[in-house]
């Protein structure tokens, strides 16, 4: 059963970096899509960004677009979620999963049917 483990989080001031990792620790995640996660205090969960496979396509949501990369490094079973100029409202629980399916339609490419979600790492971006 896939499992993944997320950190990489911690406090940082506004405009700020941080670079978040995303490890399969029991099976491989070279044949699956992987997406990032966050849920705010009191808000629903965001779909913040998704991967293919290979990494050849990259979905971002609009409130983090330019500002956030999505990468992996397959030999390493590591998805990354680079995050630059934070702003407070990044401040969140970040989690990955996999995704069950993705697919390019309309020059856009979207996963869902997500499962195997790590238990997420913080992320707080305060002055």
């Known amino acids: 059963q896939l499992q993944l483990v997320e950190s990489g989080g911690g406090l940082v001031q506004p405009g700020g970096s941080l670079k978040l990792s995303c490890v399969g620790s029991t099976v491989t995640l070279k044949n699956f899509a992987i997406g990032w996660f966050r849920q705010a205090p009191g808000k629903g969960r965001e779909g913040v960004s998704c991967?293919?496979?290979?990494?050849?396509?990259?979905m971002y949501a609009d409130s983090v677009k330019g500002r956030f990369t999505i990468s992996r490094d397959n030999a390493k079973n590591t998805v990354y979620l680079q995050m630059s100029s934070l702003k407070p409202e990044d401040t969140a629980v970040y989690s990955c999963a996999a995704a069950g399916s993705d697919r390019w339609a309309n020059s856009r490419y979207s996963c869902d049917g997500y499962h195997s979600w790590g238990q997420g790492t913080q992320v707080t971006v305060s002055s």
């Open positions: 991967i293919s496979s290979r990494g050849g396509r990259t």
